[in-house]
Structures are given as C-alpha cells and as structure tokens.
C-alpha cells in the first residue's frame, strides 16, 4: 500500500521542509507576479497614451481643417459679394470690370487656400474647389474670357464629372469660341442630371443651329495644348530623353531625381516601397511644397489602377500641382507588365526587383527610369538599388497622365 501512494505521488512537487524556505519561495513568486502585472499595466498605459495622442492628433487635424475651411469660406463670400455688386454696375463700365477683376482675385486666393495644408487633398477642399472654378467661370463668361471660362470648367470637372454647373457653364464658353459640337456633348451630360432645365435645352438648340449655319465647328485647339492633354510630348524625345528642357521643367526632373533618392534610401531601410503616388507644388513666394498619395495594390489589375487613377485625378490640389512622381516596386505590379511588352533595356534582368519611377509635368513632358536592385549586396528584394536607367516610352507605367494640362 505504501508503494502505490508512493507511485501515485511520483512527479509532484516535494515541499521544503524548512517554514523560511517556503515563505521565500512564496515571496519570491509574489514578487515574479508583481513584475508582470506592472509591465503590463506600464503596457497598458502606454497603449492608452498612444491611443490617446493618436485620438488628440485626429481631433486637431479635424479643426485645423474647419478652421481652413472657414478662411475660404471667408474669402468666397467677399469674392461673391464683389461679383453680385458688379451686376448692378453699367455695362463694360470700368466699375464693373474692377468689381469682377475683384472677385476672381478673391476666388482665386480661396483656390490657393484650399490647395495648401491642412486642406489639400481632403474632400473638403475638392468640394470648396469645385464651386470656386464654377463661380470663377461665371464671372470669366462676363467679361468675354472664354478660353479662361472653359480651362476652369474643365477643373471643376476634374474634380466632379457630373457638376452640371461646370458643364453648362463649360458649354457657354464652347460656343461663344466655336466647338458646337464639344458644347452639345457638355449639355448632352448636363441634361441627364437636369432633364427639364429649360437653359440647358435652349443652348443646345443655339449650339445645333450654329453648327448647321457654320457648317460646323470653328474652334482651332492650341496643338501645344492638345498635345500636352494627351499626355505625349512636351520636350520628350521618342526614347524618352529630355530635349531642351525649360527651366520649370528642369527643375522637375530635379525633383523626380530627389524623389529617387529618398526612394533608394527606404528601400534599403525597409525592403522595398509600397505604390504611392508623391506630388509636388513650386511656389515662388514660399519656396516648395509636396505632398504625398499613398495607393496599395494600384498595379494588381486594370480595373484596380483605372480606380486609383481615377480616384487621384479627381484631387482639386493637382490643378496647382507643376509636377507628379510615381514610384512602385516591381515586384508590386502586375499590370501593366512593360517590362514583356516593351523595350526592356538589355543589361536588366527581367526576373529581378526594382524601383519604377514616373515623372509627369504640367508642360506635358513625360519621363520613366528603372532603379535594378543589386541583388549582389542581398537578397532579389532587399539588396540595394542601382542607379537609375532611363526607359523609352512603351515602358510607361500610365498611358494617359494624371495632371490636368495646361491652357
């Protein structure tokens, strides 16, 4: 009987005989409890501080941006004042010229308060940038600047496709140059929107009736301009180099050259970039500003990137913007693959990782260089990046640019 309790016991822990030893085993496990349980409460604590901080910053960021708001809305309301005066004013007075030379200037400082932080690229700005080009284009139609009228239609729609605003008001400045036909698709879209808008209808019966009397359209388009609205030229040769670069262009490329840098050195830090998308403004009073899309997975599939595009191109702050810079890992795009359907440069090993980068101006002038991991110093993915290799055009990332082109 004393060897089966004996056997049932075996393994248990044997208890000290000695009362201090005991009490010391039991302190010093008082004392391991206690560690833990306030490196969990210090854990606990500083979860709730970052959590907290994180909350105070989200708060902030939110009144920043009313409070940016309320400054636009301040300078709106002066401009449109300014204009509802003009309209009491003689025609082609001198007064009435001055108080709608007044309100475009009002709008146009609210435009570049939207553009600039904390409001750039939040839908707050875009929404204010929308009425400000349509209330811009209004005043620009009563003064006979069509050209002008027309550009800020166009970024309204940049912003909004269905601003039916923006698409009468854009129809208007068509037709008083010429593109009846431009004009009558314009009030085409304006009226699926407002199908009983009685101006819509009677412009577009103006537009069909100048267009048979004309015998069609009269405008001429800028071929500089139209050339830069496609996305193809603006002092870039078939193969991709820069031929006479103005000096706003060449300050770009710098620009493109910076991002490259900055790009190779998270690259080493982390192993590659995710798909992002870097803007940039030149402003001569306050020297340069930039900012920063970050898009994942833009290059998974057509229908993905034609949602990340379309998505940035619809951002009111790239009206301002003199140059954009992609950048995306090799490894990260699977469409479109260039690299098979262009004319990969030869010394680049098409199974190995790299950086793409793509620079577009508001000249037009498009640019792409390949940055080829040094998979000697590491792995495929993680090894350093090599200086960057200029692609020829069929390896561009995008075929249609993202920023609006200029007038």
């Not at 008082?30 to 500083?46: I, T, W």
């Given at each position: 009987g004393a060897q089966e309790g004996g056997a049932q016991l075996k393994g248990r822990p044997t208890l000290p005989l000695d009362p201090r030893a005991l009490q010391r085993g039991l302190l010093a496990g008082?004392?391991?409890?206690?560690?833990?349980?306030?490196?969990?409460?210090?854990?606990?604590?500083?979860s709730r501080r970052t959590y907290e901080e994180v909350r105070l910053e989200e708060e902030q960021s939110k009144l920043d941006v009313q409070?940016?708001?309320q400054e636009v809305e301040f300078l709106k309301q002066g401009a449109n004042a300014a204009f509802k005066r003009s309209a009491s004013l003689g025609?082609?007075?001198?007064?009435?010229?001055?108080?709608?030379?007044?309100a475009l200037t009002g709008w146009g400082?609210?435009?570049?308060?939207?553009?600039?932080?904390?409001?750039?690229?939040?839908?707050t700005a875009n929404r204010l940038a929308e009425t400000l080009r349509c209330n811009r284009a209004a005043a620009l139609l009563k003064i006979d600047r069509f050209a002008d009228a027309r550009r800020e239609c166009e970024l309204a729609l940049g912003v909004n496709p269905d601003c039916v605003k923006a698409l009468y008001r854009g129809a208007e400045a068509l037709y008083e140059l010429g593109g009846y036909s431009k004009a009558i698709t314009m009030l085409e879209r304006a009226?699926?929107?407002?199908?009983?808008s009685f101006d819509i209808r009677r412009l577009m019966d103006d537009c069909e009736d100048a267009l048979e009397d004309e015998g069609g359209d009269t405008l001429v388009e800028d071929a500089a301009s139209a050339t830069a609205a496609n996305g193809n030229g603006g002092g870039a040769t078939a193969n991709g180099d820069a031929v006479g670069l103005s000096e706003e262009d060449a300050a770009c490329v710098a620009f493109a050259e910076s991002v490259m840098t900055a790009a190779a050195e998270a690259w080493g830090d982390s192993g590659g970039e995710h798909a992002e998308e870097i803007t940039s403004r030149h402003v001569t009073e306050d020297g340069e500003q930039s900012g920063k899309f970050k898009v994942e997975d833009a290059f998974k599939s057509e229908v993905l990137l034609e949602e990340c595009t379309g998505w940035i191109r619809q951002q009111a702050v790239l009206a301002s913007a003199d140059a954009l810079?992609?950048?995306v890992a090799k490894r990260k795009v699977s469409f479109p693959l260039v690299?098979?359907?262009?004319d990969w440069?030869?010394?680049v090993d098409l199974e190995g990782d790299g950086l793409i980068v793509e620079l577009e101006t508001r000249r037009g002038l498009r640019r792409t260089w390949f940055m080829p991991v040094d998979a000697g110093k590491g792995s495929p993915t993680m090894g350093e990046l090599l200086e960057a290799i200029e692609l020829p055009t069929n390896c561009r990332l995008l075929t249609r640019g993202l920023l609006p082109a200029s007038s």
């Open positions: 008082m004392d391991d409890f206690q560690r833990e349980r306030a490196a969990q409460e210090a854990a606990d604590s500083a409070e940016a708001a025609e082609g007075s001198a007064a009435r010229e001055e108080a709608i030379e007044e400082e609210a435009l570049d308060a939207c553009m600039r932080a904390p409001l750039a690229a939040t839908a009226l699926r929107h407002e199908p009983n810079v992609l950048t690299w098979w359907a262009g440069p030869d010394e």
